[in-house]
């Protein structure tokens, strides 16, 4: 399984209409090929509670960089979420773990 990582610092004020926005998009990335899991997770650390985590399970690296941003869903996802973020956020893949406890 391949991990999807993204840190999406939301314009502050704009998280609730953000989150409300990321249920729309939810099902137009889990119904994807090769799509696992997702997790959004807000940030604790005082000062951060307009930065997310967000972490998609892949079955293949291809499965996202190749369908799902190639697909007609991607559009929708984008009109829906990319005016949220500044920055805009850098995604990063990771392999298996290489240590678990």
């Known amino acids: 399984m391949i991990l999807e990582s993204a840190l999406l610092d939301v314009l ?3 998280e609730d209409a ?6 729309g998009a939810r ?3 889990a119904a994807q090929r090769g799509f696992r899991s ?6 604790l650390d005082a000062g951060g509670t307009s930065r997310f985590l967000l972490q998609v399970g892949w079955d293949t690296l291809e499965d996202h960089t190749e369908g799902f941003r190639r697909s007609p869903e991607y559009g929708q996802w984008r009109e829906l979420l990319h005016r ?3 920055p ?7 392999g298996e773990p290489l240590l678990t406890a």
């Not at 953000?18 to 249920?23: G, I, T």
């Not at 997702?38 to 940030?43: A, G, V």
Request: aromatic letters at 22%.
């Open 38 to 43: 997702l997790e959004l997770r807000r940030c």
């Open 84 to 86: 949220f973020y500044d």
């Open 27 to 29: 099902p137009l990335i």
């Open 18 to 23: 953000f989150l409300a926005a990321f249920a």
């Open 88 to 94: 805009f956020p850098t995604v990063e893949h990771y």
């Open 12 to 14: 502050p004020g704009q």
